[in-house]
């Protein structure tokens, strides 16, 4: 499956969905105009990407994926919208489809570190947390 690489704007973040070299990473600052429809885009790449997988009978790069969050700035409609990306994508998850997250946060942002342990929680999905 083709990547998915979107370039950091000033109100959007990198994105790198990349299954080839097992890259899945979400960094800068998220504060889209519209937040379901940027995330809607890598909803449907997730969802397209499992897809192919569960169809192949192969499991994403036949290991453990890793969605890396770094966010330097998050918006409450951004927030939302990755609450319910995570939800499909997790909802999605096998035991061949592994999918685990991977918050990394400012050691002095308690904001961004706060917005990670609620998503955590509404999910019931253990994120590893990284202060840098």
Do not use: C
């Not at 950091?8 to 070299?21: G, H, Q």
């Not at 998220?30 to 997988?53: C, H, I, N, R």
């Not at 453990?64 to 409450?76: G, H, P």
């Not at 919208?81 to 998850?93: E, G, P, T």
């Amino acid at each position: 499956m083709n990547a998915l690489i979107l370039d950091a704007t000033e109100y959007t973040p990198l994105v790198i969905l990349d299954p080839t070299n097992n890259r899945f990473e979400i960094t800068g600052e998220s504060s889209p105009e519209d937040s379901v429809q940027f995330y809607s885009l890598l909803g449907k790449w997730f969802k397209e990407f499992m897809d192919q997988a569960e169809l192949s009978g192969n499991s994403p790069g036949a290991k453990e994926i890793t969605l890396a969050f770094q966010l330097s700035y998050i918006t409450s409609s951004s927030l939302r919208s990755i609450y319910d990306l995570l939800s499909h994508v997790n909802a999605r998850k096998t035991e061949s489809q592994l999918v685990k997250v991977k918050w990394v946060h400012d050691r002095e942002d308690e904001d961004i570190a706060n917005s990670g342990l609620q998503l955590s929680r509404m999910l019931k999905l253990p994120f590893e947390f990284v202060a840098r």
